[in-house]
């Protein structure tokens, strides 16, 4: 059996149950597997796994303290017949050693920290950078096997094939996301950015400001931004609130330009091609903005969280640039469109398949 454990929640957004339910979804098409098993800390994600048709086990911890949880886990796991992949920047070399004792162990890890499993994948564009990084590390923390680079990258299964995006003429929709949740308001402070350039204004064009299902700001937001027929004949950029987005691939693509925070939203924005501005909140998102912006010719805003006046501005003006130039984002639709091929997560549930069919002594 393949368990997953992932939480997702206001404080750490739902970048993690995302990506593992893109890997149960192609995990559960295996006819040698499953349907694979979440484990969460808190009821926080449940409805979202179940929505999506899996089964979730609530452990009712702290998904801050992830060694709590071990006795629970015990439990759970067949030592020779399962295994878990983990998804947590809450778990720490002491928990995967003991939960090794358990159950044959993947995890996912994205900062360049080795990490005593059987399987670690690091899916970013950035990461066979760190391979030495990796393998360097101390005896007992060296993963038994590495997967490194954006070839694992558990896109959603909407982003999963091509893509019939063109670049048009005019700028006129313009998105911005900061993923499952916002922890500084971002959303508003760009808005508000691009709302007072009077080019921009000049132009005409829609925002659309993407509220997450963990956004604790989504009413302050909503109010912040009435409903379209609200804001009057006068409103010079029109501003629409999203809330409850199910079909992000379709807003993704009717988008000339999407403002993102770094994350997986990056990677399913690029496969769709279309011309990105993205900008961070975290050192956890750090390298994957920088690396974009190093790989293309995407910019890289900086960090939210040190300077947001800073880069709302930098997001300005760089949208000022796509509005003026097609030429710019017609070369970052033929650059994005080949950082990532959707094959990811059928590749990522075939290697957690091969980790099942281990034979363990």
């Known amino acids: 059996m393949l368990y997953i454990r992932a939480d997702g929640n206001t404080e750490i957004g739902m970048g993690h149950v995302m990506r593992c339910l893109s890997v149960a979804e192609a995990a559960a098409e295996l006819d040698c597997l499953q349907p694979p098993v979440f484990v969460t800390a808190d009821a926080g994600c449940r409805a979202m796994i179940e929505d999506r ?34 998804d947590s920047y809450q778990a720490g070399a002491e928990y995967y050693r003991a939960l090794r004792r358990l159950v044959k162990v993947a995890c996912f890890e994205d900062m360049g ?71 500084y308001f971002a959303t508003a402070a760009i808005a508000d950015a691009l709302c007072a350039d009077k080019m921009i204004a000049e132009q005409g064009i829609h925002l659309h400001l993407v509220s997450g299902p963990f956004n604790q700001f989504a009413d302050a937001l909503r109010h912040r931004y009435p409903r379209q027929a609200d804001q009057g004949e006068t409103a010079a950029v029109r501003v629409t609130v999203h809330e409850c987005v199910a079909d992000m691939r379709s807003l993704i693509l009717q988008s000339d330009v999407v403002i993102s925070a770094a994350g997986s939203t990056i990677y399913e924005v690029s496969s769709a091609g279309v011309p990105m501005i993205v900008f961070y909140f975290a050192e956890n998102q750090r390298q994957g903005a920088e690396a974009v912006a190093r790989l293309t010719g995407i ?31 017609e070369r970052l639709w033929e650059q994005e469109r080949v950082l990532v091929d959707g094959k990811g997560a059928r590749r990522t549930a075939g290697q957690l398949a091969g980790l099942l069919r281990v034979e363990v002594g």
């Open 53 to 86: 048709g899996f089964r979730a086990i609530v452990l009712n911890t702290d998904f801050r303290d992830m060694m709590s949880e071990l006795p629970q886990l015990a439990q759970l796991f067949d030592r020779k017949s399962d295994v878990l992949l983990v």
């Open 299 to 329: 910019v890289n805003a900086g960090c939210f969280f040190v300077d947001g006046a800073g880069v709302a501005e930098n997001i300005r003006k760089t949208l000022r640039r796509c509005i003026q130039d097609k030429a710019y984002r």
């Open 113 to 183: 920290e080795a990490c005593p499993v059987d399987l670690l994948i690091n899916y970013n564009i950035y990461a066979p950078q760190l391979a030495q990084t990796y393998k360097g590390a101390p005896a007992d923390c060296v993963p038994a096997k590495i997967l490194l680079g954006a070839a694992y990258m558990p896109l959603r299964k909407a982003f999963q094939e091509p893509a019939a995006y063109q670049v048009r003429d005019k700028v006129t929709d313009v998105m911005i996301t900061t993923g499952g949740s916002d922890p």
